[in-house]
């Protein structure tokens, strides 16, 4: 397989048919398997938070806290179920218009409601799709963790030293796992597949083609990772900052440094969100040209032998 080619064409198909990057930033809304992100952790010197921190904190009533706290829980189910919906439609719409931009001509290009609809059709499978393999992760897992707990609890913490290299080798397996799960996708939407028969042939041509397919992965998450890297740097600069305040400002300078960091935020959310749309929808193009080109989707079938006649 040409690596080179395959992401040279993905390139080009969304580059020419730019409303891609549109399906590209719904699937941002639910991205997974050749993107990688990061998570930014600190904590304030001591034990306890700044002073002004504390007060503003101690300043807000309990009802307003309770009333708070529900009205946030409410807000993150319903932005899960956008997500959701939102992101599947994204990622069908990607599949899709990938497919249909190799049958257009030089001069035409796609357009949002022609990929919409032929995208229609396989949202509730592939909703489906993702919500079992879900599912089955979190039990799998679930019970993993609680094994892993009462082995270290038995052992007095040292079986947790042992489980530790198994811990370390789920994460290429969860990997391994995560590629299947991009070709299920988008083995269901190419080839118009049910929800079993989709997982069967994901990973069917993931076996089938184990050394391409670790391959691209690998170059999909190094390189997405870095370009994700690059387009969040702007704001990791705007929270160091604004940790740095907390921790040695006072009330005045807290409360300043909120302000610019939280209008910062905003005023780079669009950005963040059409860069990553775009790479989401590079990324998902590639996979998809993958798989058409492992799998041998499209190929059209030598013509059957002719029998000499008998007269």
């Given at each position: 397989?040409?690596?080179?080619?395959?992401?040279?064409?993905?390139?080009?198909?969304?580059?020419?048919?730019?409303?891609?990057?549109?399906?590209?930033?719904?699937?941002?809304?639910?991205?997974?398997?050749?993107?990688?992100?990061?998570?930014?952790?600190?904590?304030?010197?001591?034990?306890?938070?700044?002073?002004?921190?504390?007060?503003?904190?101690?300043?807000?009533?309990?009802?307003?806290?309770?009333?708070?706290?529900?009205?946030?829980?409410?807000?993150?189910?319903?932005?899960?179920?956008?997500?959701?919906?939102?992101?599947?439609?994204?990622?069908?719409?990607?599949?899709?218009?990938?497919?249909?931009a190799k049958s257009k001509k030089e001069d035409e290009k796609l357009s949002f409601s022609e990929v919409w609809q032929v995208s229609l059709p396989y949202f509730w499978r592939v909703v489906g799709l993702n919500l079992l393999i879900g599912l089955v992760f979190f039990v799998i897992f679930g019970m993993l963790g609680v094994i892993a707990l009462v082995f270290g609890i038995l052992t007095l913490g040292i079986g947790m030293l042992c489980i530790l290299p198994l811990l370390c080798l789920l994460v290429p397996v969860g990997w391994a796992l995560g590629i299947v799960i991009q070709q299920a996708n988008v083995a269901l939407v190419v080839e118009d597949l049910s929800i079993t028969q989709a997982v069967q042939r994901g990973w069917e041509v993931f076996r089938d083609n184990l050394g391409e397919m670790i391959v691209m992965g690998l170059i999909l998450l190094v390189g997405g990772g870095i370009v994700?890297?690059?387009?969040?740097?702007?704001?990791?600069?705007?929270?160091?900052?604004?940790?740095?305040?907390?921790?040695?400002?006072?009330?005045?300078?807290?409360?300043?440094?909120?302000?610019?960091?939280?209008?910062?935020?905003?005023?780079?959310?669009?950005?963040?969100?059409?860069?990553?749309?775009?790479?989401?929808?590079?990324?998902?193009?590639?996979?998809?040209l993958t798989y058409t080109a492992l799998s041998g989707y499209g190929v059209p079938e030598p013509p059957a032998e002719q029998l000499p006649s008998a007269y």
């Open positions: 397989m040409d690596y080179g080619e395959i992401l040279s064409n993905a390139w080009q198909t969304i580059w020419k048919h730019k409303i891609l990057w549109l399906f590209g930033i719904l699937a941002g809304c639910a991205s997974q398997g050749g993107s990688s992100g990061g998570q930014i952790n600190y904590r304030f010197n001591g034990e306890n938070p700044p002073p002004a921190v504390e007060r503003f904190f101690q300043s807000i009533p309990d009802w307003q806290i309770t009333a708070i706290v529900i009205g946030l829980i409410v807000l993150v189910m319903i932005l899960v179920i956008l997500a959701i919906v939102l992101g599947s439609m994204g990622r069908i719409g990607l599949i899709k218009g990938t497919l249909m994700s890297l690059l387009i969040a740097a702007p704001l990791g600069v705007a929270i160091a900052s604004l940790v740095g305040v907390l921790i040695v400002g006072g009330e005045h300078a807290a409360n300043s440094g909120l302000l610019m960091a939280g209008l910062c935020f905003v005023g780079y959310l669009p950005v963040l969100i059409f860069f990553n749309g775009i790479l989401q929808a590079f990324i998902q193009s590639a996979w998809t």
